[in-house]
């Protein structure tokens, strides 16, 4: 049990946090759990819950993405445009999953094989994507989509069903694999010390190079899931995204310098952070103040993080963890 | 890192390098290439780029920023990064805005209660980073969040602090002897200041080893918490030191001061030839890298090209000088002959023509492509309005300049389909710039482009009343005739205002509409656009009067944000729903808000509970065939533009002035004009009955 304790230890903490917001609700406003209330909560935030499965994976890698926001943007708008011209929804679906592969394969290119720094590279994509989206659509909404778009024409309630399994599908086989499978654990040999994962022989650029296009991948499914669940489609969602995803996977347990966290702990990470508006809703708080206190809960995990790891006295280098973020 | 070994500077052990591998040792002279191509391009393209007024605008538009990246050049020379310096910028702004209106405090003690606080805030970075030892990314990101949320908590969203002393004013909007911008005086020292602390000192010098090895310099007797420590609460200091500068500026002190400025510093920073992973930058670097993009910027806006290119730009500029030192690097670590390192250089160049040439090509391609549409329609010129408008006195085409809050916004899309459509009738030029989001900082700047480019007229729509209202009084006294549509700046400052509806008048129609629907009692709630939107807040203001005069039984329960965006607006209203159970109607009071209300009352299966508020036809169509929206209120906004363009037209021909009592305005026919303000009409409303012969 010790191990199991130490080896979830941020996991265990992010739960507590969950688990005490949950309790403080349940006093004051039982009514947050009806099963409207939590499945309309499940619904809206897996689409996020799938950027922060990838953005898992990119962050284990030592990487990170910022430019998911603007992808996930053009994804929206790329679902839109090719289901009015009459593409089956299958199709749809898998061009926009390939269009997203595509932004992550570039991303990936450069910082898998280039070696370019992930923070700078996504940089210049978040604002690339969105600047070139809104130059070609001019902010214009995609209107008049066809009958089978919404909720894959199979109506409101089975279409939740479908977003549900296809989402728990995705978070179970990747997991899976990430404990389970060589592939999954290179992506840890890798984040932990790439020269290490060479010497081993493991071809660290390619293992960076194809998380991307995974991450890439999981935004293109993460938009069609989302525009699915309405009759129309913005020209501009997604802003700020990526920050929602980070601080998901960190407050998950995730270490940012790579090699740490796992995807238990970002799908706590996503609940914690994606019930605190609705919570503050419920409690008849102001809206005014959900932004400091999501900054406060970052900060909180960060702390409790240092202060559970100084207990258990890691004899690790004090100076290690203040290194670059890269 | 690995590149930390194969520092070329660290390789030869003479005393002095060469001149040039000193003043430039990351390569920084490409920068000066591309701004020298920059200049060169706009200086053809654009009318009066290459003038000193613009060349001392372009320097006061980028002193915040400037600021920002040159406490940012250290960080990122220590392998750190500080996200929070935007936020940081908004606490502070409120923070001596409620100091100076609420506690009475006199400028400089707020001004300097305020730098405090910056202090306080980096001081908070510091301790978490260097104390409990967590990486600067996710320290600044908690911080990034936990300032710009308590700014907003602290003025509720609406708290707008405006008013300012001119001689506080002067300060951001000020010139010395004439031409010299104000904040100059601030920003030239603070470089002057960092590039001595940094290039010429130990102590400067000492984060550069940092950024080698922590371990290292720890070693080697560096005090390396302290001088961290140090670092990130200059970089508090310097934000709030940017903030009293934003606010001088603009007039105004609002939660949202400063949003997105960090990124751009941190390009600037790492365009200078900046490590991210530490060890290597300059000042220098960075001020070059600032001017790239600013340039940039100012540039595609004076030659009238999409700014939505500077993005983009910037972005292929970025990858590509990273990559470029990425392959140089990789060049000169090998232990070769120096002419090898020729050949990289070489191809440097090479690629670095490239990509200016591509984007040379494409501001050549739609300058042609502007040409040649205007060449048709002054070949076409057979219309009975044309012939009866276009000719100008000296036969020119009137040049106007019209602004929307915020390009990407469905409504001021629609807005511009009439201004287009009165610019071609009239033969005139129409340009259509202005923030992507809602900036009041970013609508000053674009401004300044226009009164540099010179234009005939220019229209506002205007997002903060005090902050523009100096830059509109600027381009008045050139000559330019200024008109306000949509919302108003301060009275003196323009010619006229297209009024298509009073915030009073809006307020009081969507209460009556929400009264009708609910037959004058009930519960009620309002979406609204973000928390510190003024329009709506102006809205917000009117319905709760109207509701306290006239509608005692109806009661406003909540008023939640979307921030402009339909799926936030969909789970709030989701939320709604469920708190407050005996809602009976619900108002969204932005254009992308009312589909997502609509669409979460339609899957609620709630068919007792009605939409209304205020929003475009073709987004709503949908929902109000279905029942789900009950009517919506909005004036004609392609019309809009189109008068809009017509009146601006008019004053720059002459043949419109102050005091005529009506305009005449092509299909629209004749306009009432009242005193300084021309009337559209009164707000309309949609419904099932009226909404197909809408299509906008």
């Known amino acids: 049990m010790a191990t199991i304790g130490k080896t979830y230890r941020r996991e265990i903490s992010a739960a507590a946090a969950l688990a005490a917001l949950l309790v403080i609700v349940a006093i004051i406003a039982p009514s947050f759990f009806a099963p409207g209330n939590l499945r309309d909560l499940i619904v809206n935030n897996l689409p996020t819950l799938l950027i922060a499965i990838g953005m898992t994976l990119v962050i284990l890698v030592g990487q990170i993405d910022i430019s998911v926001g603007s992808q996930f943007a053009v994804c929206s708008v790329a679902a839109g445009v090719l289901a009015k011209t009459g593409l089956p929804m299958p199709l749809v679906f898998v061009a926009v999953m390939l269009i997203g592969g595509l932004m992550g394969a570039l991303n990936g290119t450069l910082i898998g094989w280039m070696k370019l720094p992930s923070i700078i590279v996504t940089l210049a994509m978040l604002v690339m994507w969105r600047d070139a989206l809104r130059w070609i659509t001019e902010g214009a909404w995609v209107q008049g989509l066809p009958e089978n778009f919404q909720w894959f ?87 700020g995204l990526e920050l929602k995803a980070i601080a998901a996977v960190v407050v998950g347990g995730a270490a940012i310098t ?52 100084r207990l258990e006295k890691n004899g690790r280098s004090d100076l290690a963890a203040t290194t670059s973020p890269a | 890192m690995d590149e930390a070994i194969s520092q070329p500077q660290q390789v030869p052990l003479r005393t002095e390098q060469d001149w040039s591998a000193r003043l430039f040792p990351n390569n920084e002279w490409i920068l000066l290439i591309v701004i020298a ?31 920002l990246a040159l406490i940012m050049t250290p960080i990122i020379i220590t392998g750190g990064i500080d996200l929070s310096v935007g936020s940081m910028m908004g606490l502070s702004a409120v923070v001596m805005g409620a100091l100076w209106r609420d506690a009475g405090l006199s ?39 936990l300032f710009r949320g308590i700014a907003e908590g602290l003025t509720r969203g609406i708290e707008n ?75 508090g200091l310097l934000a709030s030191l940017a903030a009293v500068i934003y606010v001088a500026h603009l007039g105004q002190a609002k939660s949202d001061a400063g949003t997105g400025y960090e990124l751009t510093a941190i390009a600037a920073v790492v365009l200078g030839g900046a490590s991210i992973f530490g060890g290597r930058g300059t000042v220098l670097g960075t001020i070059l890298g600032l001017l790239a993009i600013v340039v940039l910027q100012n540039g595609l806006r004076i030659s009238g090209q999409p700014t939505e290119l ?74 009975a309005t044309q012939r009866q408008n276009a000719v100008t006195p000296a036969g020119k085409k009137n040049v106007i300049a019209m602004m929307p809050k915020a390009k990407g916004d469905p409504y001021f899309i629609s807005c511009r389909k009439g201004a287009e459509e009165a610019a071609k009738e009239l033969g005139a030029e129409l340009l259509w710039d202005g923030p992507t989001d809602l900036d009041p900082a970013k609508q000053n700047e674009v401004v300044e482009a226009w009164i540099t480019r010179g234009v005939d007229a220019i229209a506002v729509s205007v997002e903060n009343k005090e902050g523009i209202s100096t830059v509109l009084r600027k381009a008045r006294a050139k000559g330019i005739k200024v008109i306000t549509w949509d919302a108003d700046s301060e009275k003196d400052a323009r010619d006229f205002l297209i009024n298509q509806a009073t915030p009073q008048g809006i307020g009081e129609t969507l209460t009556d509409e929400a009264a009708r629907i609910m037959g004058g009692k009930g519960e009620f709630a309002i979406i609204t656009a973000s928390l510190s939107a003024a329009n709506q807040n102006e809205w917000i203001k009117f319905i709760k009067q109207r509701l306290a005069e006239k509608y005692p039984e109806m009661k406003l329960v909540a008023t939640q944000p979307s921030d402009g965006d339909r799926d936030k607006a969909f789970a709030e209203t989701q939320n709604v729903l469920k708190v407050y159970p005996n809602v009976k109607l619900i108002m969204g009071i932005a254009a992308p808000a009312v589909p997502g209300v609509a669409e979460a009352v339609k899957q609620s299966g709630r068919t007792d509970v009605k939409v209304t508020g205020l929003s475009l036809p073709n987004m709503c169509k949908p929902y109000v065939k279905e029942g789900i929206i009950d009517s919506f209120v909005l004036w004609n906004t392609g019309d ?13 021909n002459r043949s419109f002035k102050s005091g005529d009592t009506m305009i005449k305005a092509g299909r629209l026919n004749e306009i009432e004009v009242v005193g300084d303000e021309v009337r559209l009409g009164k707000p309309f409303i949609f419904n099932k009955g009226n909404i197909d012969n809408f299509d906008f």
């Open chain 2, 161 to 235: 602090y405006s008013g300012f002393s001119p001689s506080f004013l002067f300060l951001g909007q000020g010139y010395v002897g004439g031409v010299v911008p104000t904040q100059l005086f601030i920003f030239v020292p603070a470089i002057l200041f960092f590039w001595w602390w940094l290039h010429r000192t130990a102590f400067g010098r000492s984060y550069y080893a940092i950024g080698f090895s922590q371990e290292g310099s720890r070693y080697a007797g560096i005090k390396v918490r302290r001088r961290l420590n140090f670092m990130y609460c200059l970089s």
């Open chain 2, 37 to 67: 191509v920059e200049c060169l391009l706009f200086a053809f393209t654009g009318n009066n780029f290459a003038t000193t007024g613009n060349a001392f605008e372009i320097t006061r538009l980028s002193v915040e920023i400037g600021l």
């Open chain 2, 640 to 652: 809009l533009g189109y008068l809009t363009v017509y009146a601006a037209n008019a004053l720059s």
């Open chain 1, 258 to 309: 790579g090699g740490r966290g796992t995807l238990i702990g970002t799908l706590i990470g996503v609940a914690l952070l994606g019930t605190i508006g609705t919570a503050l809703t419920f409690l008849g708080i102001n809206p005014f103040w959900e932004k400091a206190i999501q900054g406060a809960i970052i900060l909180a995990a960060l702390a409790s993080d240092v202060a559970l790891g």
């Open chain 2, 107 to 145: 400028m400089p003690v707020a001004i300097v209660i305020r730098l405090a606080v910056g202090l306080l805030g980096g001081a908070l970075n510091a301790a978490m980073i260097t104390k409990l030892k967590a990486p600067p990314l996710i320290v600044t990101l908690g911080t990034f969040s």
């Open chain 1, 153 to 239: 024409g199979l109506g409101q309630s089975t279409g939740e069903i479908v977003i549900f399994m296809i989402s728990l599908l995705l978070f179970a086989v990747f997991a899976w694999s990430l404990r389970n499978l060589i592939v999954g654990r290179t992506v840890y040999a890798v984040g932990s010390d790439a020269e290490a994962a060479r010497l081993a022989g493991i071809n660290s650029p390619n293992v960076v190079f194809w998380v991307f296009i995974i991450m890439g991948g999981l935004v293109g499914v993460s938009a069609l899931l989302n525009a699915i669940r309405f009759s129309a489609i913005p020209g501009n969602s997604g802003v």
């Open chain 2, 310 to 383: 500077a993005g983009i730009l910037t972005g292929v500029l970025l990858v590509i000088t990273i990559l470029i030192d990425r392959l140089s690097r990789i060049g000169v670590s090998r232990i070769t002959v120096s002419e090898e390192e020729f050949e990289v250089k070489n191809w440097q160049i090479g690629v670095l023509s490239g990509v200016i040439i591509v984007a040379a090509v494409i501001v050549a391609a739609s300058n042609w492509m502007l040409v040649r549409s205007i060449k048709e329609q002054g070949g076409g010129a057979t219309s």
